[in-house]
T-cell receptor, first 113, second 115 residues
Framework: DAKTTQPNSMESNEEEPVHLPCNHS???????IHWYRQLPSQGPEYVIH???SNVNNRMASLAIAEDRKSSTLILHRATLRDAAVYYC??????????????FGRGTSLIVHP | GAGVSQSPSNKVTEKGKDVELRCDPI?????LYWYRQSLGQGLEFLIY????????KSGLPSDRFSAERTGGSVSTLTIQRTQQEDSAVYLC?????????????FGEGSRLTVL
């Protein structure tokens, strides 16, 4: 699977927007971009995914660069409950490729009251 | 319950003992993954089951680790002769498909402590 690069940590204030970046310069044309988050002492949970177009759901928005080499997860108004580790992963299914989602260390988001 | 269930939630064992960790995936999910997460680290892939296909065992760290999935549903991860470095949270995830858009649903994990 192609590799993703994320900052180790980011900080935000409550009620402010948060933009979490992810670089995936070796992404292939059929790779989907997925975001998960892991709250303390819990398993990861799905946040959002996309292929080429920007995506919105009740949790967040996903902005995908035109060349698809980077993406940004946008939390419109951070709350204390959004403090978590956010993982950006690629799901590859190219011929001979693997279906194994690979998680890095993610970005630890700290939200200040 | 509707989610992925893992048991036990916590397991403390002595070095050299065998342990079994269980995962009940969401009904109907064909794909099942095991990961482990050491303190402060990311998720390390262990093994992947997809339907009736042979599992992908490429992530198992040693031959002390094995896993099976019976009837395409429940999975058991077995660690033989546990070592202190096996201490970690073992996470199971299932997905309705192995396809690239398939969302992963994780359990709460089994925390293993080897004394």
């Amino acid at each position: 699977d192609a590799k993703t690069t994320q900052p180790n940590s980011m900080e935000s204030n409550e009620e402010e927007p948060v933009h979490l970046p992810c670089n995936h310069s070796t992404i292939s044309g059929t790779d989907y971009i997925h975001w998960y988050r892991q709250l303390p002492s819990q398993g990861p949970e799905y946040v959002i995914h996309g292929l080429t177009s920007n995506v919105n759901n009740r949790m967040a928005s996903l902005a995908i660069a035109e060349d698809r080499k980077s993406s940004t997860l946008i939390l419109h108004r951070a709350t204390l409950r959004d403090a978590a580790v956010y993982y950006c992963i690629l799901r590859s299914s190219s011929s001979g490729g693997s279906y194994i989602p690979t998680f890095g260390r993610g970005t630890s988001l700290i939200v200040h009251p | 319950g509707a989610g992925v269930s893992q048991s036990p939630s916590n397991k403390v064992t002595e070095k050299g003992k065998d342990v079994e960790l269980r995962c009940d995936p969401i009904s109907g999910h064909t794909a099942l993954y095991w990961y482990r997460q050491s303190l402060g680290q990311g998720l390390e892939f262990l093994i992947y089951f997809q339907g009736n296909s042979a599992p992908d065992k490429s992530g198992l760290p040693s031959d002390r680790f094995s896993a099976e999935r019976t009837g395409g549903s429940v999975s058991t991860l077995t660690i033989q002769r546990t070592q202190q470095e096996d201490s970690a949270v073992y996470l199971c995830a299932s997905s309705p498909t192995s396809g690239k858009a398939g969302e992963l649903f994780f359990g709460e994990g089994s925390r293993l402590t080897v004394l």
